[in-house]
């Protein structure tokens, strides 16, 4: 066991016994899920897969009268291939007033919908093409300023803005090879407008720079300059659509893509419909296509089974994979 694991199990252990003090708080929970999955995988031959996608567990909540609140998720998914523990949270969030706060810390990108929209509430197995591959990680480590207004009815928009020194997993997708990460910086910005039913519509705007040098020792500059439109409507007849558009550069190479799920479930059904289509263009000749058709059937208050198909037309190469997937949550 890694030191990186002792220290993550260590400082989960230290906040689950916090529980037992009430002089700490007696509003923190502890929470999770996991998800068992089966892929079969055809491309140019067939691959089974059966896996631990994602062990969750988090501890989260108040921890004095000022309204400071932690979060700490780690995720232990890996483990059953000799992997590592994977820290996914660790935030502290303070009130500034009674519309602005600020969180710091290691946590999701504040960036549209799909970027930090929760895998145990998304339907398809995976997010979408164009968010994977502009916002692999979907992490970063800086401070984060949130505007909220007490007064919905007169509908101002929330405003988030992010400074981030730290991109979890795009250093590592830009800088491969001999190449060596040496510092990166983001600035992150989104207004939203709150629709019924928690739905909400908005633009963010990300532009990211990182430094390094190659393999032999020259200088590399890449800037990454994406904004998004997006929404999520929640409807009260058993629809609901998300839809994103993502349009800018990475590893200063012109891209743009998108995607639009919609979901449906029959009145006094437990079983939800959806549907996906996605697209994603890096500058090559040909595009990234994908459709993905799947129903989730709720099995309890806290637990679902989903089955799922896609096709996948990856720049020229089809294919198509079929996956059965259970999610508990506890």
């Not at 992490?139 to 988030?160: L, S």
């Amino acid at each position: 066991m890694s030191k990186w694991m002792v220290g993550c199990v260590l400082m989960l252990a230290g906040l689950c016994s916090a529980l037992a003090m009430p002089a700490v708080s007696a509003d923190l929970k502890i929470s999770g899920y996991t998800q068992a999955r089966f892929l079969d995988t055809e491309t140019e031959g067939s691959d089974y897969d059966f896996d631990l996608r994602r062990v969750r567990l988090k501890v989260a909540g108040p921890v004095n009268e000022d309204g400071t609140e932690i979060k700490l998720q780690i995720d232990l998914g890996k483990l059953d291939d000799d992997g590592d523990v994977v820290l996914k949270d660790a935030t502290i969030t303070h009130p500034l007033g009674d519309e602005w706060k600020v969180r710091v810390g290691f946590s999701d990108m504040m960036f549209g919908e799909d970027v930090g929209y929760s895998s145990s509430k998304r339907l398809p197995f995976e997010r979408a093409q164009v968010t994977r591959s502009l916002f692999p990680g979907e992490k970063d480590t800086g401070i984060y300023f949130f505007y909220k207004p007490t007064d919905e009815t007169k509908h101002t928009p929330h405003i988030t803005l992010g400074y981030s020194n730290d991109l979890q997993g795009m250093d590592e997708k830009l800088f491969t090879g001999g190449d060596v990460h040496d510092d990166s910086e983001a600035l992150v910005a989104s207004v939203k407008w709150p629709l019924r039913n928690k739905g909400a519509a908005g633009l963010s705007y990300m532009r990211a720079s990182r430094d390094g040098f190659d393999a032999n020792g020259d200088p590399l500059d890449y800037d990454d300059d994406v904004w998004a439109a997006h929404v999520r409507y929640n409807g009260s007849r058993g629809f609901n659509f998300q839809g994103e558009y993502f349009d800018g550069s990475r590893k200063e190479v012109d891209v743009n893509g998108c995607y639009g799920t919609v979901e449906y479930t029959p009145k006094d059904s437990k079983t939800t419909w959806f549907y996906r289509y996605d697209i994603y263009d890096d500058g090559d000749a040909a595009d990234y296509k994908r459709h993905t058709l799947g129903a989730a059937q709720t099995l309890g208050k806290r637990s679902r089974l989903t089955l799922q198909y896609e096709d996948i037309d990856d720049e020229g190469t089809t294919g198509s994979t079929l996956g059965l997937q259970w999610q508990v949550k506890y």
